[in-house]
């Protein structure tokens, strides 16, 4: 036999052997919980996108994030879509919809809702796992967490979590998810590890929206009492708030010139973003940029110099330069858009 | 035809596309079984709260959207439109629910609050699921018992076939005559060998032809 042919004959019997105990493995051991499997010859990148939730049109608006010009719609099949969660590489969406308490899975290559899974009674927000293998959705009618293996679609789990979670968001290092309760007036955190609440964290009246700021801090509104609030990612301590008005919304992060990052808010009641800079401790205003009708949903560009505004009454995107603070850009999208969200 | 015409026609076509795109996806007005047997009593509660109850043999609806509960005195027995067969122990509640996805069969989900189940699937495979707080048993054709302790802790003994079961930390096959539990916070157990047909005994009285 020759060497080469020798190789190769002991090439195919290693992947032979290899492939009957990845068999055996498949068929003993429980199988791990993976995001969607993608044949490599068809993974292509996708340009970034902003996808926008549109509550009164049961819809998503899609934008392309260079242009800013409409890509298209894409109807949810349900009712209500309200928040929403893009996965790592831009190829799956998932939204809540509030008056159906189902999540919408969203194909957005071919921008089509590709299936429609019952969670709970109104269905409110949407956090992927650190790996995307999971899809924690907070059910604000039955006090619980859904958990969607990403794959599957099936719901393995249910954590029964505070009053009316309406907020959800995963620690940097994945062993917690922080849950916001509007009738506990807390935070609960959860050990990802045991699904067990570790604390409860007294926040303050209606705690809504929540995000992790890149250096790990966590960041939330309370709706009545008007502020934000920062929470250590170590000891799970309240260590900041801050007044910013009527209607505080929801959070992002960028930079204006040479400072920041900065906690931009947007504030309903204002028609203003305002954006917090400082130690949590003592935050202080350092910009406010004058917006639309309503601000509410808020997401920022990579490099952090762009922001992308939500306007539930107006019924539009605005792309607001951070270190102007002009808008550069003004999108119409459907009725009622409240959350905002870009492919990377 | 006029330019009108066509402007009225196109106008009428992208309404009804317009409708036909937003519409739900799960029509809540066709059964998705029937209630067909009951010993003492089970209560069927719709989605907007009204209550219908099923003593004895019969033929009650289900929809979409219905909780059907016994209580510590009553078994119970349903048949699915898609030919699955489902008792309810004492004391089991739970949720008929469905899962869309484009180009595949509804697939057919039971929530289970508490209590216990027993499922057999009839006539080929079928998408069929059963959750519990802890964890979800995924079905094509078998027969299989699950149970849901108070502490949402489930057991499954499969007496016929494969069950999928899996919680948030891991999914394993369960194979015929062998039992698994599914733990908050851990992966289902692994499958061990169980008296099958001792699980599905307290079906008998149920499952046994009209005297």
């Known amino acids: ?344 | 035809m006029t330019l009108g015409h066509v402007s009225a026609t196109t106008t009428i076509l992208s309404l009804s596309l317009s409708l036909t795109l937003t519409l739900p996806v799960h029509a809540q007005n066709a059964p998705v079984g029937n209630a067909t047997n009951a010993i003492g009593e089970l209560v069927i509660v719709r989605t907007d709260g009204v209550q219908q109850r099923l003593q004895g043999k019969g033929n009650v609806p289900l929809y979409e959207g219905d909780v059907v509960k016994t209580d510590s005195s009553s078994q119970a027995m349903i048949e699915f439109v898609d030919g699955v067969t489902v008792a309810l122990n004492e004391n089991t509640s739970f949720k008929l629910l469905s899962r869309w996805e484009k180009d595949m069969p509804v697939v057919r989900i039971l929530r289970l609050k508490q209590g216990e189940v027993w499922a057999k699937t009839n006539g080929g495979p079928k998408r069929f699921e059963v959750e519990t707080p802890v964890a979800t048993a995924a079905v094509k054709e078998t027969e299989f018992n699950l149970k849901v302790q108070d502490d949402g802790q489930s057991i499954l003994t499969v007496i016929e076939g494969v069950v999928s079961f899996g919680t948030p930390f891991g999914t394993c096959p369960i194979r015929t005559d062998t039992i698994s539990y599914g733990v908050r916070g851990k992966k289902c157990t692994k499958p061990a060998a169980a008296d099958a047909k001792a699980a599905k005994s307290w079906t008998e009285a149920l499952r046994s032809p009209a005297k």
């Open chain 1, 1 to 344: 036999m020759r060497p080469s042919s020798y190789y190769r004959l002991h090439s195919l019997l290693i992947a032979s052997l290899a492939m009957t105990f990845a068999g055996c493995a498949d068929s003993l051991q429980p199988s791990k919980i993976g995001s969607y499997a993608l044949k490599q010859d068809t993974v292509q990148s996708i340009p970034p996108r902003i996808y926008v939730a549109n509550e009164s049109t049961n819809d998503v608006s899609v934008i392309d994030a260079t242009t800013f010009q409409p890509v298209g719609t894409i109807p949810s099949l349900n009712h209500s879509t309200h928040d929403l969660a893009v996965s790592r590489d831009g190829r799956r969406l998932y939204a809540s919809n509030l008056a159906s308490g189902r999540v919408s899975v969203i194909d957005t290559v071919k921008r089509e809702t590709i299936a429609s899974i019952y969670t709970g009674d109104r269905c409110h927000v949407v956090a992927l796992s650190n790996d995307d293998s999971q899809l924690w959705v907070a059910n604000i009618g039955e006090n619980t967490i859904s958990i969607i293996d990403t794959k599957t679609f099936r719901i393995l789990g249910t954590i029964p979590v505070g009053k009316g979670p309406t907020g959800l968001t995963f620690s940097h290092d994945g062993r917690f998810a922080f849950v916001s309760g509007q009738g506990d007036k807390t935070v609960g955190v959860v050990d990802t590890a045991s699904h067990q609440i570790v604390k409860s964290i007294p926040v303050g009246a209606n705690p809504h929206f929540m995000v992790v700021a890149r250096d790990g801090h966590v960041w939330g509104v309370n709706t009545g009492q008007n502020d934000v609030y920062v929470l250590d990612p170590e000891t799970h301590e309240k260590v900041g708030s801050f007044v910013v008005g009527d209607k505080p919304q929801q959070i992002a992060f960028a930079y204006k010139g040479t400072t920041g990052p900065l906690a931009y808010v947007t504030v309903g009641s204002l028609n203003k973003v305002i954006g917090l800079a400082g130690d949590p401790k003592e935050l202080k205003i350092v910009d406010e940029i004058a917006v639309g009708e309503g601000p509410n949903g808020i997401w920022s560009n990579q490099e952090g110099t762009r922001l992308f505004v939500a306007h539930d009454k107006g019924n539009e995107i605005r792309v607001i330069d951070t270190g102007t603070g002009q808008t550069i850009a003004t999108v119409p999208v459907g009725r009622k858009p409240i959350r905002v969200v870009v492919s990377r």
